[in-house]
């Protein structure tokens, strides 16, 4: 039976540590991919600045990644758990061979990769039994083994823990947002009930409110930032969350506050802002979680312009990656040459054929004269940095032209563009290629 017993703890051993194995494999697996899918997030937003579809990829990799942890996090304990259940087993058996040690000196021992550190000092003692000393023994190896499991771990997850501190607070809430982003009128039944709720927690704060936005001050009243009980503000001020004060005791928000006040032009009299500013604000409308603000907004013509402009850039194929081409080409050009400018030459078609043929014949049968304009257009090389096209749209190559200047100077970049000529270097279809090239100018400093 003795035997029997030892053979099946040997083989629960073996597939314990087998688990741990898969994991710590398994573990990895997963850290390596949230890794892989928060960089794809930033190197999206730098591109393409934020969007409706990027801030929910970041709530749901920020969830993840918090979930994660804590999985993690419960199986440490867990190992930390079993592991002072083996030093107690450890301390049992060190005082039945009368062998007395504080806990300072059973973790002293602990710390030692040699197991017969414990068994040295006793292994001539009659009362203590092989048994006891294989015990004590075992424990150690397995405690070992756990510290280094532990170890590696906690090597391993160190940067998504420290990521996901730094990002409790909005993920708290975001997820506030979304336990309570449902259909207003559907809500319609239980909002009598919350308004009783909240109106005897409001009495925590005053009539009117002042702020510090980011450094920016404001006063309201308390009401206005309750107008819609949906919002990331009504959470705020409904007396359920903390809310920090500045020095001169006004409300914090940790925010950039340039946009606040058409926040609340908007939460006081339906106010929208101005052409130039929708974009901006639709944007803090995202992070306050002002759902009729920005089903206002999404019907401005910025907003709409751009889910035309965002259609028709679909349609292109590679325009994302032809526009990181010309920024990596124009900064690698500008470094080799020390130089304030970088030219680029694009190529830019509408159409996958030539609408019509070149004047001139495939074979030199015929000779043309050419005005000395038409000769410099054809001085240059068929070959360019990088091509666009071709689409199906109305919008046409200027439209297109305009596309690639206004995203290169959201990224801050500065770029003049103008037609050098067209493509005379090659054929299609027995015709020449008429494809027209642009020169690009990206000025760095």
């Not at 398994?26 to 969007?51: C, D, P, Y």
């Not at 930032?225 to 940790?254: C, K, N, V």
Request: charged share 30%; net charge negative; glycine share 4%.
């Amino acid at each position: 039976m003795a035997l029997l017993g030892e053979t099946e703890e040997t083989q629960t051993k073996a597939e314990l540590e087998q688990l741990m194995t898969d994991i710590k494999k398994f573990a990895n697996k997963v850290r390596s991919k949230l890794k892989g899918i928060e960089q794809s997030i930033e190197h999206e937003e730098a591109l393409n600045g934020s969007s409706a579809d990027l801030r929910i990829r970041k709530t749901q990799h920020s969830t993840l990644s918090r979930k994660f942890v804590e999985v993690m996090s419960a199986y440490n304990a867990t190992q930390s758990d079993y592991r002072e259940r083996c030093k107690g087993r450890i301390q049992r058996q060190l005082d039945i061979s009368g062998r007395n040690t504080t806990n300072e000196e059973l973790e002293s021992m602990l710390e030692s990769d040699n197991p017969a550190i414990f068994t040295s000092g006793i292994i001539m003692d009659s009362n203590i039994t092989q048994q006891a000393m294989n015990e004590i023994e075992t424990r150690h190896t397995e405690i070992i083994k756990l510290e280094n499991s532990i170890r590696e771990l906690h090597d391993m997850f160190m940067d998504m823990a420290i990521l996901v501190e730094s990002q409790g607070e909005m993920i708290d809430r975001i997820e506030y947002n979304v336990e309570h982003s449902v259909d207003y009128v559907e809500r319609a039944v239980s909002d009598t009930k919350k308004a009783v709720k909240y109106q005897s927690k409001a009495r925590r704060f005053p009539e009117v409110i002042s702020l510090n936005v980011g450094g920016t001050y404001f006063t309201t009243r308390l009401s206005t930032l309750r107008r819609y009980e949906d919002t990331m503000l009504a959470a705020m001020f409904s007396g359920r969350h903390h809310i920090p004060r500045d020095a001169e005791g006004r409300f914090f928000i940790d925010r950039d506050g340039a946009y606040f006040r058409d926040i609340l032009n908007f939460l006081r009299e339906g106010e929208l802002p101005q052409r130039d500013r929708v974009r901006a604000v639709h944007r803090e409308a995202q992070y306050y979680a002002i759902g009729p603000l920005l089903d206002s907004l999404e019907d401005t013509q910025p907003l709409t312009g751009e889910k035309v402009r965002q259609a028709f850039l679909d349609l292109l194929p590679y325009y994302k990656d032809n526009l990181e081409r010309i920024v990596e080409i124009a900064k690698l050009r500008a470094m080799q040459r020390k130089a304030r400018f970088a030219k680029l030459k694009i190529c830019v078609y509408k159409e996958e054929m030539p609408i019509t043929p070149y004047e001139r014949p495939l074979f030199n049968s015929l000779r043309f004269e050419r005005t000395e304009s038409e000769a410099k257009l054809f001085e240059h090389h068929c070959e360019v940095d990088v091509s666009f096209g071709p689409w199906e749209a109305v919008a046409d190559v200027y439209d297109l032209l305009h596309c690639i200047v206004s995203d290169l100077a959201e990224r801050g970049i500065t770029a003049d563009q103008q037609c050098i000529g067209v493509c005379d270097k090659h054929l299609i279809n027995h015709y020449y290629c008429k494809r027209p090239i642009y020169e690009f100018k990206i000025t760095w400093w």
